[in-house]
């Protein structure tokens, strides 16, 4: 018997399982940043750049850590048993950054990309409309909209099973 679907899974013990790998994976992400602070010795607070303010980890393009902000520091881990390198993709407000390993001193070179229109209109579409008042609807535009211009990218060397640093 084929009833035309692809799987035996009902919708929503899919959906109740997603919730909860989306809440997992936060709160392990929260476990990473304790982890190094421990490691580096930092007492200020170190954000994931795949969320925003509000914690709903998008990946799209936003960071509330890196824009809108001079300078900043960013921690890479790697999880591998191997040296590797990782093209790092920072959403930032403007294009003047200078990228530095703080282990070498040495300049990391980097450029900045505009992020288009598209890619900045992402975050509204997960808006929920329904029932919302023009003013309502104005406040969840201004919390959701990403207000980084472009993307600074640079490759980070990455020893095994260990972090790298880097002020931008």
């Known amino acids: 018997h084929h009833d035309g679907m692809s799987g035996t899974e009902r919708q929503d013990v899919a959906n109740d399982y997603s919730q909860r790998i989306?809440?997992?994976?936060?709160?392990?992400?929260?476990?990473?940043?304790?982890?190094?602070?421990?490691?580096?010795?930092?007492?200020?607070?170190?954000?994931?750049?795949?969320?925003?303010?509000?914690?709903?980890?998008?990946?799209?393009?936003?960071?509330?850590?890196?824009?809108?902000?001079?300078?900043?520091?960013v921690i890479a881990w790697n999880t591998l048993g191997q040296n590797t390198s990782s093209w790092l993709r920072l959403p930032v407000s403007g294009t003047d950054y200078v990228v530095t390993d703080l282990s070498t001193k040495a300049t990391v070179p980097s450029q900045t990309l505009a992020i288009d229109d598209r890619t900045k209109s992402l975050p509204l579409l997960y808006i929920n409309k329904f029932g919302m008042s023009g003013a309502q609807l104005a406040a969840a535009h201004a919390n959701m909209a990403n207000n980084a211009s472009h993307i600074l990218t640079f490759a980070a060397p990455l020893p095994p099973v260990g972090y790298s640093t880097f002020s931008v």
Not at 30 to 39: F, P
Not at 49 to 68: E, F, P, R, V
């Open 22 to 73: 989306s809440e997992g994976h936060f709160e392990v992400e929260a476990g990473v940043a304790m982890a190094l602070q421990k490691l580096t010795g930092i007492t200020g607070e170190i954000g994931h750049c795949n969320c925003n303010t509000a914690g709903n980890c998008l990946n799209i393009s936003m960071c509330a850590y890196t824009t809108g902000v001079d300078e900043f520091t």
